[in-house]
């Protein structure tokens, strides 16, 4: 069984450019998370799709952050424009229903400059 | 105060010993409880989890739930070098978020 997959690994943009990461969930999660570390902090979730549908976004920073899930596959999540405090560590996750055992993403570093 | 707090390390221990960790969480609601374990540069992968009081044994990991003192705990026992990771504690309401602390670092010293 393929994991959860984020693309890029790593990204480094510059202050007030965009970026895009992606999610690919396990095949049949219709659970998918976004959660971010920013150094020194804990991973903090973002937010939560059943399978296209935003179930919870309560934890999106702004609206700078955009997050899509495509016919219930794939999501990504863009941030427009960057700013500095925006760095840090974005995992994605996914899950089966009513089953906290998530099984996260190697997660995309991304780095504003 | 903090949703999921991790007392800080990193824990130095001798290969063979037990590492213990402790967590403790503000929300009296909280239901299920996690830990992970991460690699550094790697995903967070799930260890243990536990929803009731007590302990729960997986191989060498015991996880403790005390809901009345707002406490989990995790004990590795035969520590082995390849337990040196971060290990994080993850807390639900049954919202289907977790909160995470920020992680206590394991040292296994062969």
């Known amino acids: 069984e393929a994991g959860v997959t984020q693309f890029p690994s790593h990204s480094v943009i510059e202050k007030g450019q965009t970026v895009t990461l992606r999610c690919d969930p396990i095949?049949?999660?219709?659970?998918l998370y976004w959660y971010r570390r920013v150094m020194g902090k804990e991973i903090k979730f973002l937010l939560h799709?059943?399978?296209?549908?935003?179930?919870?976004e309560s934890g999106m920073p702004n609206n700078r952050f955009l997050a899509e899930r495509t016919g219930g596959t794939y999501s990504t999540l863009k941030v427009q424009p960057a700013e500095l405090e925006d760095s840090g560590v974005y995992f994605c996750a996914s899950s089966l229903p009513f089953n906290y055992g998530y099984t996260f993403g190697s997660g995309t570093r991304l780095t504003v400059v | 105060q903090k949703e999921v707090e991790q007392n800080s390390g990193p824990l130095s221990v001798p290969e063979g010993a037990i590492a213990s960790l402790n967590c403790t969480y503000s929300d009296r609601g909280s239901q299920s409880f996690f830990w992970y374990r991460q690699y550094s540069g790697k995903s967070p992968e799930l260890i243990m989890s536990i929803y009731s009081n007590g302990d729960k044994e997986d191989g060498r990991f015991t996880a403790q739930l005390n809901k009345a003192s707002q406490y989990v705990s995790l004990l590795i026992r035969d520590s082995q070098p390849s337990d040196s990771a971060t290990y994080l504690c993850?807390?639900?309401?049954?919202?289907?978020?977790?909160?995470f602390g920020k992680g206590n670092q394991v040292v296994v010293i062969p």
């Open positions: 095949s049949g999660h219709d659970n």
């Open positions: 799709f059943v399978k296209e549908s935003k179930q919870d």
């Open positions: 993850a807390v639900s309401n049954g919202n289907n978020r977790l909160a």
